[in-house]
């Protein structure tokens, strides 16, 4: 920036008295009606209310910042508050020598204010505050009580230094918002931007007024001096709405805390289900291979016995039948799954031998595709009892001749198909079919095992059984 030359320094101060001049020449009209007793009345009135109102703000904003610790630093808003009231109140011209004191402490309270909502905290501020707090009186108190015209240079000095902390606090606003924007601090800077730039106006153009005109002074001083108590009404209702958005907040975040605390407490209450069940399973999968082992040791062994040493083949069938029996139930007991293409070679050896002992031709068709799927031990139980009560059917009541026995897959379900050429289901039945040849207890199995046991059948066209069990 280009310095001014002395001369050019020389012409403007020459010229600063006419420009002056002009200004008044042009406030004229506005201070004859601000002279008038109507306007004098309504500058007194405001400022009476104002006065009254800021008492009740510093009231409400000291008893927010002694709750929440947070808005300690608006402490400093209530003594520039409180400092304010006082100083409209010693306007009698016996206590004049009160004002610049007043008005050191409305300085004080306001700067330290404006910077600490910025986080800005020097001590070498704070102590220069504090010695003028000192040096104030003391000047005053030299002078003999006489105000004159020290008095009017502290008032000029404070007020310069109150106006510097506003700019100070609008540029680190301003600072702050270009180093992380956002929406909210923009709207709070604009707001503090058009708080604090007409309070600097009004307080620069009563210091102007001191030096133009004493009397332009003592008009405008009224209306100009109402920017100082507005401004504070404003910061004070921030104070408020700071708090109840932190309220907000704090509401906010309780709920969201409640509602973690009930998905926590959700998801303990089913990883102790699981581990519950987990357990539960765990005692059933010994108590079931210690019942197996029991079976196997003992019964199975007395069963062996039995077949081998009896001179009944009688006795020696039905006990070779048991032995396989419970064998088939040690088996589902374990619990280990069982591959569907070794299930399928057990139950073709089983179907095609006892057909082939009851001179009955059997077709076995077994799945064109490779099988790769396994069986719960349970299902494979299941399955091979339905499929032996079909072939005794087939046996005992069919009459057949041939049978044919399919196994296939079919959109992830497992379809076994048992057909004779027989004489079908007895008429007497009356088209009941679960009531005959053990019908309802292979539907029963077949339930269990989330599938279906269909029964068609007819007299003269045979018996066909499809049993659909889901994999």
Request: charge should be neutral.
């Amino acid at each position: 920036m280009k310095l001014p030359t002395a001369p050019e320094a020389a012409t403007t101060a020459r010229r600063l008295p006419l420009v002056l001049c002009a200004a008044a020449a042009l406030l004229s009209p506005v201070a004859a009606w601000a002279q008038t007793p109507t306007s004098m009345y309504w500058a007194a009135t405001l400022n009476g209310w104002m006065a009254a109102m800021l008492a009740l703000m510093a009231a409400i904003v000291g008893l927010l910042s002694s709750l929440h610790h947070r808005e300690r630093p608006a402490n400093f808003l209530v003594g520039m508050m409180l400092s304010w009231v006082v100083l409209r109140a010693t306007g009698t011209p016996g206590a004049a020598g009160l004002r610049p004191l007043l008005m050191t402490l409305l300085v004080l309270c306001g700067v330290q204010y404006l910077l600490r909502q910025m986080n800005f905290k020097r001590g070498w501020i704070d102590h220069a505050l504090l010695i003028q707090c000192l040096v104030v009186p003391a000047s005053l108190l030299a002078t003999g009580g006489q105000v004159g015209l020290l008095g009017t240079v502290w008032h000029a000095v404070l007020s310069l230094e109150l106006m510097a902390a506003m700019g100070w606090a609008l540029w680190l606003r301003r600072s702050r918002l270009r180093a992380t924007p956002d929406e909210a601090a923009a709207r709070e800077f604009h707001l503090m931007a058009m708080l604090l730039l007409p309070t600097m106006l009004a307080l620069l153009a009563e210091m102007l007024l001191t030096a133009v005109s004493e009397s332009l002074w003592w008009v405008a001083s009224p209306w100009l001096g109402l920017m100082l108590p507005l401004l504070m009404l404003a910061l004070g209702l921030q104070v408020v709405n700071h708090v109840a958005n932190a309220r907000i907040d704090a509401d906010k975040r309780v709920a969201a805390m409640e509602q973690r605390m009930n998905e926590r407490i959700a998801e303990a209450e089913r990883s102790h289900s699981q581990l519950a069940e987990q357990k539960l399973e765990q005692v059933t999968e010994r108590e079931r291979k210690r019942i197996a082992a029991d079976l196997h040791d003992d019964l199975g062994a007395k069963l062996l016995t039995i077949v081998h040493t009896s001179e009944s083949d009688r006795i020696s069938t039905l006990a070779r039948e048991a032995l396989e029996e419970m064998r088939l139930s040690v088996r589902g007991l374990t619990g280990k799954p069982v591959h569907l293409i070794d299930a399928l070679g057990d139950w073709r050896a089983e179907v095609v031998s006892r057909l082939g002992q009851a001179n009955i031709l059997a077709e076995w068709k077994s799945p064109a595709e490779e099988i790769e799927h396994t069986f719960q031990a349970r299902s494979y139980v299941q399955t091979t009892r339905i499929l032996r009560e079909s072939v005794s059917n087939i046996i005992k009541h069919s009459g057949a001749t041939n049978a044919t026995i399919s196994a296939a897959i079919q959109e992830g379900d497992f379809v076994l198909t048992i057909q004779d050429n027989g004489q079908g289901i007895p008429t007497e039945l009356d088209g009941r079919l679960d009531r005959g040849h053990g019908m309802a207890s292979m539907k029963s199995r077949a339930k269990q095992m989330h599938g279906q046991c269909l029964v068609e059948s007819g007299p003269g066209w045979g018996t066909v059984i499809r049993l659909t069990i889901p994999l």
